[in-house]
Every structure is written in structure tokens, then in C-alpha cells.
């Protein structure tokens, strides 16, 4: 009866057969869920790795804790999708890559960060499906982009908790999805240095009522406010 395991790395090695069910017995990642012991409930990555593969932990869906060590630096695509029982992830201090579609159709609920330059250091969304953001265990319902950034990644899609969001001037590119399914986003300061929405930015951001597209915006993508039904001006 197995609730809780610690190991170096997911499969058989770093490098091979990556996906966790295979110590189990498991013959292939989308099948894995199928072998593990039914009252696994915890894993932890031991102190060291430095990478959850793609597809590690795909559909284990009983699992609700993952406990990754401050030595990881990269998650990649599809890690964590279909956990069901995952309903919170902390941002690893030294992750510097995320990969797409790590969380969807998770339970996740609850991301934490040390601080949103770390939000969008790491590249990717890390909300799943949707979910809020909590910074040093503080609710985030207002964020200012950090500086630096000439194009917005698409690190806040999905992300349920944002209702403002503020744009530095120098950003020229709002990245295609930048603000994809935030829900709650009501608020959006776009500067004059902006010349380029890319395709679903502002998607089902269901809650904005108001934008106003600066004059230099010399393209703007397909879908970019689609099914924004509170929108009424822009």
C-alpha cells in the first residue's frame, strides 16, 4: 500500500522511458495511470533533477501532491496534464522553461510564485485550465508586466484571479494568447509603444468592457477579442 514514494527521476532513467508509470509496469506514458498503485498519493523528485519530461506524470490522476526540488530548471510539455487531484503548483525558484499545455485538465486551482518576474521568466502559462495566482501567499488581482519585455508571452492565460493588468511602455508585441481565458480581467492599460495584437490575446476575457487600441497597433490577429461579452467600447 504505497502512499508516498521519492525518486531521482521519472521512469527508468533521465534519458529513457521518462514517463513515472514505468517503474510500475506501465508500457507507454498514456497508459500509466492504468498500473499505479491506487493509494499513491505523493511523489517527490528528489533533491538534484533538473527536468520533469514531457508527458512525466500524464492522466495520473489519484496523485495530488508532486513535490519538485529548487533544482529543477525546465517542465516540459504535458507533465502534468490530466491530474485530476492536482489542485496546487509552486513556481520552483530556478525553473526557467515551461512547457505548453503542462497543467491543462488538471485540477490545478492555486498557482504560487515568488514574484511575477518569475510568472514570466519561465515562458509558459502555468494556470491550467484556470486558476489563481498567489504571490509570497498573497491573492493577485492586479499586475503590472515587468520591464524588459518587448513582446507579452502568454504566462497570465488562464489565469482566473487577474482583474487589471498594466502594460510598460517599450512592450511593442501583445504575443498571440497573452491573455487567453482571464475570466476576471476587467482592466487593461495597453501603451503607445504597442504595435502589434497577436491571435486570441484577449480571449473569452469575458469580463472586459473596455479597450483602448493605441494609434501606432498596425496589426491585430484573428480571434484577438473573441467572445469578449462584456466588451461594449473599444
Same mark, same amino acid.
Given at each position: ?161 487577474? +482583474?487589471? &493588468?498594466? *502594460? ?5 508585441? @501583445? /504575443?498571440? %494568447? $497573452?491573455? #487567453?481565458? =482571464?475570466?476576471?480581467? !476587467? ?21 472586459? +468592457?473596455? &479597450?483602448? *487600441? ?5 496589426? @491585430? /490577429?484573428? %480571434? $484577438?477579442? #473573441?467572445? =469578449?461579452?462584456?466588451? !461594449?467600447?473599444?
Amino acid at each position: 500500500n504505497i502512499e508516498e514514494i521519492t525518486v531521482p527521476f521519472t521512469g527508468e532513467s533521465a534519458t529513457t522511458k521518462t514517463y513515472f508509470g514505468y517503474i510500475f509496469g506501465a508500457t507507454a506514458y498514456d497508459k500509466q495511470y492504468i498500473n499505479l498503485p491506487l493509494e499513491l498519493r505523493t511523489v517527490n523528485l528528489a533533491e538534484g533533477a533538473t527536468k520533469v519530461p514531457d508527458y512525466a506524470f500524464y492522466n495520473c490522476e489519484n496523485i495530488e501532491n508532486f513535490n519538485l526540488p529548487s533544482t529543477i530548471t525546465s517542465i516540459s510539455y504535458y507533465a502534468f496534464n490530466g491530474c485530476d487531484k492536482l489542485t496546487e503548483f509552486t513556481i520552483p525558484d530556478n525553473l526557467t522553461s515551461l512547457g505548453s499545455d503542462v497543467f491543462t485538465n488538471s485540477g490545478l486551482t492555486r498557482v504560487n510564485a515568488s514574484s511575477i518576474d518569475k510568472v514570466f521568466a519561465v515562458g509558459g502559462s502555468p494556470f491550467g485550465s484556470g486558476a489563481d495566482l498567489y504571490i509570497k501567499g498573497k491573492l493577485v488581482t492586479e499586475v503590472t508586466i515587468p520591464t524588459g519585455y518587448t513582446t507579452i508571452n502568454r504566462a497570465l492565460s488562464y489565469c482566473n484571479s487577474v +482583474t487589471k &493588468v498594466t *502594460i510598460p511602455d517599450g512592450v511593442k508585441t @501583445i /504575443g498571440d %494568447s $497573452a491573455f #487567453y481565458r =482571464c475570466s476576471s480581467l !476587467t482592466e487593461v492599460v495597453i501603451p503607445d509603444s504597442v504595435t502589434s495584437i497577436g491571435q486570441y490575446a484577449f480571449y473569452r476575457c469575458s469580463s472586459l +468592457t473596455e &479597450v483602448v *487600441i493605441p494609434d501606432g497597433v498596425t496589426s @491585430i /490577429g484573428n %480571434s $484577438a477579442f #473573441y467572445d =469578449c461579452s462584456g466588451l !461594449t467600447e473599444i
